[in-house]
């Protein structure tokens, strides 16, 4: 299921209502404990790397796995730094027809798909007429799922907006970013993922999904736990370094979460398979970065506090799977700038 249509996650930055930091912050904690956030599963916040709360709604657990769904988009761009970082991509604007003979092998030699770019692919401007957001598409997602090669149906669409031009999120584009990473990595994505990202961050026995071709779904549902989710923000946080290592270089993870384009009728950017929003929260300048899957699971980054908030859920294909973006705006955020300290 595609983010929820026409749904925009606006950050909120102006004219909410008070908020005291001592109701913020607690409350937050215990409602979320309480299960009073419906369909939101668990949260976690820290601050300079201190953990503010870790809280679970009932029936779920620290050792839970959740689809992430679309979040999962956010982790290949990190996979795709690595591949960066070891010099096995040359750069992102290498075209997927090179990377990818076979998969382009059925288009005439000058057809203007072939000039796709890895680029592309990460900033949903591939042109081709795939949009998940529209169900009527013809290279929707949902359609996309009940064809056995899942490239192949991707690449079977006519080109819709001039490439590099236009975005228009579409799953299937990080699906073919999936197949270039095992093919350059020379291993399987669950591989690649857990020796150079998952196994220095502790993450273990994360569960990848499948094509039914038998590649790694690298556009969603990976399964993995609230406290996952949120040592991935704290590595995006220190834009790449954990216990003193460099994991993913801070040039791409910057660049990752830059804007890199627009979004038609939504205040939003995008990088590379990062969200970007920004604005002012109590005369404060506040930047948004942040990973987002169906249903209420997100990766929060604000670089300004140090801030760090990872929430889970199953509020698949509705508006309430916002809920995260409105505890961390109206309760957490302004909590933090009010002072005094909310542990």
């Known amino acids: 299921m595609a983010l929820f249509p ?81 010099h096995t991509l040359k750069g992102i604007s290498t075209t997927l ?89 020379g291993a399987s994505v669950p591989e690649y993922a857990g020796e150079r990202l998952f196994g220095p961050l502790g993450i273990q026995d994360a569960e990848w999904e499948k094509t039914p071709k038998g590649y790694t779904d690298t556009g969603g549902h990976l399964r993995l736990t609230l406290r996952d989710l949120h040592t991935i923000g704290r590595l995006v946080l220190a834009k790449g370094v954990w216990n003193g290592q460099q994991i993913v270089d801070g040039k791409w993870l910057t660049a990752a979460t ?22 002012e929260v109590k005369g404060k300048s506040i930047t ?5 899957g169906n249903g209420g699971n997100f990766i929060f980054v604000v670089p300004e506090l140090d801030l760090v908030a990872a929430f889970t859920g199953k509020n ?4 309430t799977q916002f809920i995260p973006n409105r505890i961390v705006a109206q309760k957490i955020v302004p909590a933090l700038i009010d002072g005094p300290d909310p542990k």
Request: charged share 25%.
């Open 288 to 292: 948004l970065l942040y990973a987002h």
């Open 6 to 86: 026409r749904i925009a996650c606006f950050w909120l930055f102006v004219a909410t209502a008070p908020v005291s930091a001592i109701d913020d912050v607690d409350t937050v904690a215990s409602d979320l404990a309480d299960g009073k956030y419906k369909g939101i599963t668990g949260g976690m916040v820290s601050v300079n790397g201190e953990t503010l709360f870790e809280a679970y709604a009932p029936g779920y657990s620290v050792d839970v796995k959740h689809d992430i769904r679309s979040a999962t988009k956010s982790i290949t761009a990190l996979l795709v730094g690595e591949l960066i970082g070891d």
């Open 316 to 319: 698949y294909g509705k508006p």
């Open 97 to 185: 027809s090179t990377l990818l003979p076979d998969e382009f092998a059925h288009m005439p030699e000058r057809d203007p798909r072939r000039d796709i770019t890895v680029e592309d692919a990460l900033t949903m401007r591939t042109g081709l007429a795939c949009n998940d957001w529209a169900p009527a598409s013809v290279g929707h997602e949902d359609k996309m799922y009940k064809t056995r090669d899942w490239a192949a149906f991707l690449l079977s669409q006519p080109l819709a907006y001039e490439r590099g031009k236009h975005f228009s999120y579409c799953t299937g584009g990080v699906v073919l970013l999936g197949r270039i990473i095992e093919k350059l990595a």
């Open 258 to 279: 830059s804007e890199q384009t627009s979004i038609p009728e939504r205040r939003e950017k995008f990088g590379y398979l990062w969200w970007r929003d920004s604005g």
